[in-house]
């Protein structure tokens, strides 16, 4: 499942000497990540934001439910 937010992130490395992982900061990051979850909740594959469906070209607006 996928959840899609608009907005900026801050990427940055955590890890050790041996092992990395990226991490994103951001209340963008969070919104998205709750949007995922709630696909669950409605039995979707995808879910995004009303930014984001702001950002699409009127004839993509017309796929949206």
Known sequence: ???LHLGWAIEGAIGSY???DAS???P???T???LQS???FFGVPLLFS???YNMFSP???NYCR
């Open 59 to 61: 004839e993509t607006q």
């Open 18 to 20: 041996y092992k990395f």
């Open 28 to 30: 963008h990051v969070n």
């Open 38 to 40: 709630a696909t669950k």
């Open 50 to 52: 009303g930014q984001l």
């Open 32 to 34: 998205a990540a709750r």
């Open 24 to 26: 994103y900061l951001s």
């Open 1 to 3: 499942s996928f959840g």
